[in-house]
Nanobody, 118 residues
Framework: QGQLMESGGGLVQAGGSLRLSCPAS???????????LAWYRQAPGKQRELVAS???????YYTDSVKGRFTISRDNAKKMVYLQMNSLQPEDTAVYFC?????????WGRGTQVTVSA
């Protein structure tokens, strides 16, 4: 935990947007391009859940509650992972974690807080 460093969290009103960023500079480009990239979140008193994931050559996954509102993306050249979050709702309030799984190593960030007010 703590090998990645997410940013972009904050306090936003319902209906607003945030873009989370996750630099993966520790991971060489050729490995990153073949890795599974994901965003998880953990709300108070709840288990960590997978929000979105993507892998080159495979379909992108979104948990049902964020479909149509969140978009996961990657920029291999910049070694960045993003989560664009639109139409945020109070139930999206959680700590959001970036995850990069190379198949041999599982990288995690410390998390960034997202708080959505009603």
């Amino acid at each position: 935990q703590g090998q990645l460093m997410e940013s972009g969290g904050g306090l936003v009103q319902a209906g607003g947007s945030l873009r989370l960023s996750c630099p993966a500079s520790r991971i060489i480009t050729s490995v990153l391009s073949g890795s599974t990239l994901a965003w998880y979140r953990q709300a108070p008193g709840k288990q960590r859940e997978l929000v979105a994931s993507t892998r080159s050559g495979s379909s992108t996954y979104y948990t049902d509650s964020v479909k149509g509102r969140f978009t996961i993306s990657r920029d291999n050249a910049k070694k960045m992972v993003y989560l664009q979050m639109n139409s945020l709702q109070p139930e999206d309030t959680a700590v959001y974690f970036c995850n990069v799984n190379t198949g041999q190593t599982d990288y995690w960030g410390r998390g960034t807080q997202v708080t959505v007010s009603a």
